[in-house]
C-alpha cells in the first residue's frame, strides 16, 4: 500500500514537471515574440519582480531556518543568472545551438548529485541522460559549436541550472511550494536588479520606454511572470518533493519539444524528419526515467505543499 502511494506521488511529481516544461515551451515563443520591444534585461527583472510581488504573502510569515532562507534565495540567484546568461549567449549564438549546450543541465545534474553523496549513478540513469542529450542535438537542429564568448555563457547557465535543480530538491525538504517559489522569485530579482542598475548606468538607452509597453506586450510580460514564473517554478518545487533531482532534470528536457510544438502552430516553423526523431528520442529518456520510478519507496517526511 505504501509502495503504491510512493508510486503515485512519484508519477504526480513528474506530470507537474511536465506541465511546466509546456509552460516554459510557450514562454519561449512569447520571448521571441516580444525581443524586439523590449531589452532581455528588463524583460527578465520585470519578469521576476512581477512574480516577487505577487509570492511574498507566500514567504513573509515563512518559518524557515536562516540556512534554509539563503538556500532558497541562493537557487533563485542561480535562476537568475542562468537565464541571464542564456540571453548573453543569443547575441551571438543561434538559438539551436543554446538549446543544445543548455540541455547539458541533464548531464551536470547526475554527476553533480554522485559528487556530493559519493555515489555512481546507476546505468538507467546514464542511459536516459545519453538518449535525451541526443534527442536534443537532433530536436534543435544544426549544430556547428563554433568558439564563441556566447557558448562560454551558456555552458555556465547549464550549469547554474544545473546547481538550481539540486538546490530545489534539498529546499523541498523543508519548504512549502509556494515557499519556494517565493524565494526563488526574489532571489532571481535581486541578482537581476543589479545587473540593471549597472547596465543602465552605462547604457542609459535601456530605460527608454520603460512601462510604456502596449497591451499586447504587457499581455508577453504578465505570461512571462505569472503562469511562466509563478505558476511553472511552484510546479518545479511541487514535483521535485517527489522525484529524485536526476529524473527531475531529464523531465525538463521535454521542453525543446513544446518549443517546437508552438513554433509550428504560432510562428510557421516546420520540423524535418530528423528533429522528430530527436523528440521521439527525448519521449523515449522519458519512459526511461518512468522505469526509474517503479520501484518507489515511501514518499518522504517534508513540508505540505499547501501550507505552512
Same mark, same amino acid.
Given at each position: ?20 516544461? $509546456?509552460?516554459?515551451?510557450? &514562454?519561449? $515563443?512569447?520571448?521571441? =515574440? ?6 532581455? &534585461? ?10 516577487? $510581488? ?20 541562493? %537557487? ?20 539551436? @545551438?543554446? +538549446? ?5 543541465? /541533464?548531464?551536470? %545534474? ?16 546514464? +542511459? ?8 536534443? &542535438?537532433?530536436? !534543435? ?28 530538491? @534539498?529546499?523541498?525538504?523543508?519548504? !512549502? ?8 522569485? /526574489? ?27 502596449? %497591451? ?5 510580460? &504578465? ?7 509563478? $505558476? ?7 514535483? =521535485? ?19 517546437? /510544438? ?7 516553423? %516546420?520540423?524535418?524528419? +530528423? ?34
Amino acid at each position: 500500500m505504501r509502495q503504491n502511494s510512493g508510486r503515485i506521488e512519484w508519477f504526480t511529481g513528474l506530470a507537474a514537471i511536465i506541465v511546466a516544461t $509546456v509552460i516554459w515551451g510557450y &514562454s519561449n $515563443v512569447v520571448i521571441r =515574440q516580444g525581443e524586439a520591444a523590449v531589452s532581455p &534585461s528588463i524583460l527578465l527583472w520585470t519578469r521576476f519582480g512581477l512574480a516577487s $510581488v505577487v509570492l511574498i504573502p507566500a514567504i513573509i510569515k515563512t518559518r524557515l531556518i536562516r540556512r534554509h532562507w539563503v538556500l532558497g534565495l541562493a %537557487t533563485g540567484a542561480l535562476l537568475g543568472l542562468s537565464v541571464l546568461a542564456q540571453a548573453f549567449a543569443m547575441k551571438s549564438v543561434p538559438v539551436d @545551438e543554446v +538549446a543544445f549546450v543548455g540541455s547539458l543541465y /541533464v548531464v551536470f %545534474t547526475p554527476i553533480g548529485i554522485a559528487i556530493l553523496r559519493k555515489r555512481f549513478p546507476s546505468k538507467a540513469v546514464f +542511459a536516459a541522460v545519453f538518449v535525451s542529450v541526443a534527442g536534443v &542535438s537532433l530536436l !534543435t537542429g544544426r549544430i556547428t559549436l563554433n568558439l564563441r564568448v556566447g557558448l562560454i555563457f551558456v555552458f555556465l547557465a547549464a550549469i547554474g541550472l544545473s546547481a538550481q535543480i539540486i538546490g530545489t530538491t @534539498e529546499i523541498a525538504k523543508h519548504a !512549502t511550494a509556494l515557499q519556494i517559489a517565493g524565494l526563488q522569485s /526574489v532571489g532571481a530579482t535581486i541578482v537581476l536588479s543589479v545587473y540593471v542598475v549597472a547596465q543602465g548606468a552605462v547604457r542609459p538607452s535601456i530605460y527608454d520606454g520603460m512601462f510604456g509597453w502596449s %497591451t499586447t506586450e504587457w499581455i508577453w510580460i &504578465s505570461y512571462m511572470a505569472i503562469p511562466a514564473t509563478v $505558476v511553472a517554478c511552484y510546479l518545479q518545487a511541487f514535483g =521535485q518533493t517527489r522525484i529524485r533531482a536526476t529524473e527531475a532534470a531529464l523531465a525538463f528536457n521535454i521542453e525543446p519539444i513544446w518549443t517546437a /510544438v508552438f513554433a509550428w502552430g504560432l510562428l510557421s516553423q %516546420t520540423m524535418n524528419i +530528423a528533429q522528430m526523431v530527436g523528440a521521439v528520442l527525448i519521449l523515449a529518456s522519458l519512459f526511461l526515467v518512468s522505469k526509474l520510478g517503479e520501484d518507489i519507496p515511501a514518499p518522504p517526511e517534508r513540508a505540505s505543499s499547501f501550507g505552512s
